[in-house]
């Protein structure tokens, strides 16, 4: 399996994106923004569909342009109603993607970028390894520095902001953060899964977590695992890595669910 120079690249690939999504998730979960990431992912074809219309040689700036804008419009939006959030980011998703694959089906375009609803974690190059690594520290940094002041501004951020937090800097720098990550990592998970990543080892860890530093390390240890022992599976069997790595982490947020009510009783 690792005789092959695209095998060896995926695992370090998944040795690198899966800690990133883990950290993520658990924000994402316990920030109940499961909808505002799978919205971010689908805001892709309207970044990819500006850049066909500037005749942009990288089609990932424009996408990560238009997906940071994207991001920041939509928590103005979030905290402006956030009686109807969820309805408008929905509206927003869809609307996002609609608009971007309008664009590209009239240009001619949509056939060559189809391949970013699936992804392809195998076509992986080393430099796009590097950018990953690079993207994996700074989430790292920020969350040893920031961790505990993103929890406060989600348990009350009215309480968070007259302990001297800035809430909405704070919040604002998590949601570009989160923007870059999806964006960034979109080619080789896909459209279609990349939400399910994010969400699924995250919520598998908190159905068994009794403090913050269980539910980070678990939701790690899952999203890792289920990672490695995806791609293996994926490259005997002879199956997508992706849908696969998805498939293992639903298994494993059933399995915490049943020994949740298990403990419970």
């Known amino acids: 399996m690792f005789t092959y120079d695209f095998m060896r690249l995926s695992f370090i690939a998944i040795l690198i994106i899966?800690?990133?999504?883990?950290?993520?998730?658990?924000?994402?979960?316990?920030?109940?923004?499961?909808f505002f990431s799978d919205a971010l992912g689908h805001s892709a074809y309207s970044g990819i569909a500006i850049g066909v219309l500037l005749s942009a040689s990288d089609m990932s700036v424009p996408m990560l342009i238009f997906a940071i804008i994207f991001a920041l419009l939509l928590n103005l939006v979030r905290h402006k109603n956030p009686q109807n959030a969820d309805t408008i980011i929905s509206i927003f998703s869809s609307l996002g993607m609609a608009l971007g694959l309008v664009i590209l089906s009239k240009n001619g375009s949509?056939?060559?970028?189809?391949?970013?609803?699936?992804?392809?974690?195998?076509?992986?190059?080393s430099s796009e390894i590097i950018s990953l690594a690079v993207l994996l520290v700074i989430v790292i940094v920020f969350w040893c520095f920031?961790?505990?002041?993103?929890?406060?501004?989600?348990?009350?951020?009215?309480?968070?902001?007259s302990r001297g937090i800035h809430t909405v800097l704070l919040d604002n720098f998590f949601i570009v953060?989160?923007?870059?990550?999806?964006?960034?990592?979109?080619?080789?998970?896909?459209?279609?899964?990349?939400?399910?990543?994010?969400?699924?080892?995250?919520?598998?860890?908190?159905?068994?977590?009794?403090?913050?530093?269980?539910?980070?390390?678990?939701?790690?240890?899952f999203a890792v695992s289920s990672g490695i022992c995806g791609l293996i599976i994926s490259y005997y069997a002879s199956v997508a890595a992706g849908p696969m790595i998805v498939v293992l982490s639903a298994c494993i947020y059933f399995v915490t669910l049943s020994l949740k009510k298990v403990l419970k009783n």
Do not use: E, Q
């Open 177 to 221: 953060i989160m923007a870059a990550v999806v964006i960034l990592s979109i080619k080789w998970l896909g459209i279609l899964i990349i939400n399910a990543m994010l969400i699924l080892p995250a919520a598998a860890a908190r159905n068994i977590s009794p403090n913050m530093r269980a539910y980070t390390c678990f939701s790690l240890i």
């Open 18 to 34: 899966t800690p990133l999504f883990a950290l993520l998730g658990t924000m994402v979960v316990n920030g109940h923004l499961s």
């Open 146 to 161: 920031f961790l505990n002041k993103l929890n406060s501004i989600i348990i009350s951020a009215p309480i968070a902001h």
């Open 110 to 125: 949509f056939s060559k970028y189809s391949y970013l609803m699936v992804g392809d974690i195998l076509s992986i190059s």
